[in-house]
């Protein structure tokens, strides 16, 4: 998923029936994808933070999220993702090149043995492909800035409140740990520097921060007006758009986002309707070996899959 400017990102989201996924690992470039395609934090104590010392609690967060979004080990998993155009199924892994992507089910349904030979001719073409390669990691640079920018405006660009506490479970946070919520809404002062934090001027929301661990849980963002993007040229954002997220600790201790439930509509360059709807849930973390390049990641992708396979085969055979 690019994260694009307001105006390009919608094509390049939806373009694809075999996505990639791009951008800063961890997968907080598909939250910023949502947030710029449509264009926190607490102490070890239970005491809820001051008031006054909520912004510079959720800047230590968000610089933490940055951090951590740029450096840690290679993983695989698994993509389950609902649009209004169906459901598929994706394994993933992680390389120096980029995230390779395979998909094994479509519509509830395992790939036909034809289908599996075409998704994986698909993927080694791209990974002989240098010029492809490059534009793809170009793409990905270009996600990892515009993820930091979104990441860096979020302690400005709302007004927080503290609202309550909940207790970490399986995909949110850390099971057991507890969770500081705020709630937030839009800074009135803030003056987004680009399109790509306009965005943010329209929302309002909360997020669950694990206390201990000082990470994002949760986040939980509305539209409650419209949102235009140049005046309305470039496009519009309607209000009552949503999306939800939700991160926690995986494998080896690693926090990756779980679900991510995004739900948007308005206008793309004044004429264009733009509908943005999906539902993604990540799976079967794995630690994927260090420096994988993508041809060999596809060859990774392509031995994980041949279990699957023969499992569905079986299956219809026994039937």
């Known amino acids: 998923m690019h994260v694009a400017s307001a105006d390009q990102s919608v094509k390049l989201r939806s ?3 075999f996505p990639e996924v791009n951008g800063m690992r961890r997968n907080w470039v598909r939250l910023m994808a949502a947030l710029t395609v449509a264009a926190a934090v607490g102490s070890s104590s ?4 001051a008031s006054s010392s909520l912004r510079e609690l959720v800047r230590e967060t968000t610089e933490n999220e940055i951090r951590a979004n740029n450096g840690g080990g290679k993983l695989m998993f698994k993509d389950d993702k609902e649009t209004v155009r ?33 998704e994986e001719a698909r993927l080694e073409a791209l990974a002989q492909n240098p010029a492809e390669l490059k534009k793809k990691q170009k793409a990905e640079r ?47 002062n803030y003056n987004p520097p680009t399109r790509t ?75 264009k309707k733009l509908v943005i709807k999906s539902k993604e849930s990540f799976s079967d973390f794995r630690p994927a070996p260090p420096n994988l390049t993508f041809a060999q990641g596809v060859e990774l992708l392509k031995k994980q899959q041949a279990p699957l396979a023969e499992n569905d085969a079986s299956h219809h055979s026994v039937n």
């Open 15 to 17: 373009g694809s029936r």
């Open 46 to 49: 239970g005491q809820q933070p």
């Open 86 to 118: 169906g459901s598929q199924v994706n394994l993933l892994v992680e390389t120096s090149e980029g995230t390779a992507g395979l998909l094994i089910e479509s519509d509830g349904k395992p790939l036909g043995a034809k289908e599996r030979e075409a």
């Open 142 to 188: 270009e996600d990892a800035d515009r993820t930091t920018r979104i990441m860096k405006a979020l302690p400005d660009a709302f007004l927080y409140e503290a609202n309550g506490t909940a207790i970490g479970s399986q995909g949110v946070g850390v099971p057991g740990d507890q969770l500081v919520r705020l709630s937030f809404r839009s800074n009135p």
């Open 197 to 271: 934090e306009q965005v943010l001027t329209g929302m309002r929301g909360y997020v669950l921060i694990d206390q201990r661990q000082k990470r994002i849980a949760k986040i939980d963002g509305t539209l409650f007006k419209d949102v235009t993007f140049g005046w309305g040229i470039f496009g519009r954002l309607d209000k009552g758009g949503r999306f939800v997220v939700q991160q926690g600790v995986v494998a080896d201790q690693d926090w990756e986002i779980t679900l991510m439930d995004i739900s948007f509509t308005g206008k793309e360059l004044l004429l």
